[in-house]
């Protein structure tokens, strides 16, 4: 079975460019979540969706990020212009119509690892 | 708000020595609490949940963890570790229709 599909798995890129990653989650699940690991900060999580539908992005760092589910095969995560505090693991995960939300059962990708010079 | 505290950052212990991992949570009402493993360069799986029921819960790999409400504590456990049980354990914390909550990790370094 293929699980959460992260793309790319690294990214090395300038600071003021612009990074798009990219998630496809498991099928028939219905809730998609951004997460970033960093060694400072631990695992904060930066937004979710439900159903396509973004339920809480406060976790969002600031204009310069910005998340879209244009359906419920796929996802972006967006940052322009980008900078060296960026820099991290970005992971995606997605859940069940029964859990995630109702008991926080997710599914998590491999992560695509930006380095912003 | 909910929040998780693991107390250690890194636990050293050599194999088939027993190993605790601690985690603390608070919130104002009932939650989901569990425990998720990261691999190097790999992303997070699940461990074990607690949902209601016993309080003591079984995951895989022979883990296992107990939840004390009276502690608020969460605390992850194996009787006898193996190298290949050399990764990052994260405790979190949901409670309804809410996303996860991790902790900042636990560092778990078996050595031969």
């Known amino acids: 079975d293929a699980g959460v599909i992260q793309s790319p798995r690294h990214e090395v890129t300038e600071m003021g460019q612009e990074v798009t990653l990219r998630c496809k989650p498991i099928s028939g699940h219905n809730s998609l979540f951004w997460y970033r690991q960093t060694m400072m900060r631990g695992l904060e999580l930066l937004i979710y969706f439900n159903n396509n539908v973004p339920i809480d992005d406060s976790g969002m760092p600031e204009d310069r990020f910005s998340a879209k589910m244009p359906n419920a095969s796929f996802s972006t995560l967006k940052i322009q212009p980008s900078e060296p505090r960026d820099s991290a693991v970005y992971f995606c995960?997605?859940?069940?119509?029964?859990?995630?939300?109702?008991?926080?059962?997710?599914?998590f990708g491999e992560g695509s690892r930006l380095t912003v010079l | 708000a909910q929040s998780v505290t693991q107390l250690d950052s890194q636990v050293p212990v050599f194999e088939e020595a027993p190993v605790e991992l601690r985690c603390n949570y608070s919130s104002s009402v009932s939650v989901y609490l569990f425990w998720y493993v990261q691999y190097p360069n790999q992303g997070l799986q699940l461990l074990l949940k607690?949902?209601?029921?016993?309080?003591l819960v079984k995951g895989i790999n022979g883990f296992e963890a107990e939840f004390n409400k009276s502690q608020t504590s969460f605390h992850l456990r194996k009787p006898s570790v193996h190298i290949s049980d050399t990764a990052e354990y994260f405790c979190?914390?949901?409670?309804?229709?809410?996303?996860?909550?991790f902790g900042s990790g636990t560092r778990l370094q078996v050595q031969p």
């Open positions: 979190a914390v949901t409670r309804l229709r809410r996303a996860l909550t």
């Open positions: 995960a997605s859940s069940l119509p029964a859990g995630g939300l109702d008991t926080g059962e997710l599914f």
């Open positions: 607690y949902l209601s029921g016993s309080t």
